[in-house]
């Protein structure tokens, strides 16, 4: 399968969950979405749950790739910063996707493979928080140990995804919380 193809798919999984949520989530309506055939998702994805778990994946890609793409992102700091913010925003794909990562996280209460899957893609992304905690905590000389904050920062931005998909925060509150944090923890 093409990289355009799967692009079109995993972005028409994640918007057919922000639009309709987990439980009026249907293979057919991302097949529709994404202008092919359910048999092909059924022969790139396997079933329903790899499909989610290829979303959970892009999701966690798309914003490390957002962090890589800031034009401030030059110490590993300011990629932390990036990469924590860019969980918020005003384009519709990063909406669409703090919807399915949330959506896919409660459904993960409740059946176990989406639990695996979850922790697989939160391990992923905490592995990347971790690595440029590690660098600024080094290049600062501060004393912090990455892997507790890197669990903190994560678990942060979680909390926030919440509040600003509810409209309890803007976007902007949002990332000026994660900025404040970063900042009491010397990063």
């Known amino acids: 399968m093409s990289n355009d193809a799967r692009e079109r798919i995993l972005s028409a999984c994640e918007q057919t969950i922000a639009r309709a949520g987990i439980r009026g989530f249907r293979m057919q309506d991302v097949a529709s979405a994404a202008g092919v055939s359910i048999g092909l998702l059924a022969y790139h994805f396997g079933d329903r749950d790899g499909l989610l778990q290829a979303a959970l ?5 798309r914003a490390e790739d957002r962090a890589h793409l800031s034009a401030d992102a030059t110490t590993a700091s300011a990629r932390l910063s990036a990469l924590l913010c860019s969980e918020f925003g005003q384009a519709p794909e990063i909406r669409a996707g703090s919807i399915a990562w949330n959506e896919l996280r409660a459904l993960a209460v409740f059946e176990p493979a989406q639990a695996a899957a979850v922790a697989r893609s939160t391990a992923t992304w905490q592995r990347s928080v971790h690595g440029l905690v590690a660098e600024a905590v080094q290049d600062r ?10 669990l903190m920062l994560t678990a942060l931005v979680e909390g926030l995804s919440g509040r600003w998909l509810t409209r309890q925060l803007t976007a902007e509150e949002a990332q000026q919380s994660v900025r404040e944090a970063l900042s009491a923890l010397g990063l």
């Open 141 to 150: 000389g501060i004393d912090l140990d990455p892997a507790a904050a890197a």
């Open 57 to 61: 994946d892009h999701v966690t890609a």
